[in-house]
């Protein structure tokens, strides 16, 4: 992630009232450093058990914990923005697909009507 960027973090846990939770977490990342330097400075420690991530500790008043992040909480996965095409190249199909139609009229324009019986 780039200097000062924003990590979204999909987490699942339960809260103190026993409800299940799953929600989508924005946290802010401060300048680059290495992955477990960036997580500390947002405030979470993170553990992990048979293949799976969890929050361990939050620190008290930060990113993380300002955002709804609770203990023992698994980190389900990270959301990175996906690299497309630009939309504008959708123009170049539908044009071509408008002279194929244009061309295909104009062939049916010039053939000669059968005469009614």
């Known amino acids: ?3 000062g960027g924003t990590l979204q973090i999909r987490v699942a846990g339960e809260t103190l009232d026993g ?3 799953s929600k989508l977490v924005n946290l802010p ?7 477990f330097e960036r997580l500390s400075q947002v405030g979470i420690e993170v553990r992990i058990e048979d293949g799976k991530v969890f929050v361990d500790n939050l ?3 930060s990113p993380a914990e300002l955002s709804g992040l609770d203990f023992d909480w698994e980190i389900k996965g990270i959301q ?3 690299s497309r095409p630009p939309k504008q190249l959708m123009f170049i199909p539908a044009l ?3 002279g194929l139609i244009i061309m295909l009229q104009r062939g049916r324009r010039s ?3 059968p005469a009614a019986a």
């Open 96 to 98: 071509i697909l408008l």
């Open 59 to 61: 620190v008290f008043g």
């Open 29 to 35: 990342l401060g300048p680059s450093a290495g992955s």
């Open 80 to 82: 990175v923005e996906a």
């Open 1 to 3: 992630m780039p200097a």
């Open 19 to 21: 409800n299940r939770v």
């Open 111 to 113: 053939r000669p009507v």
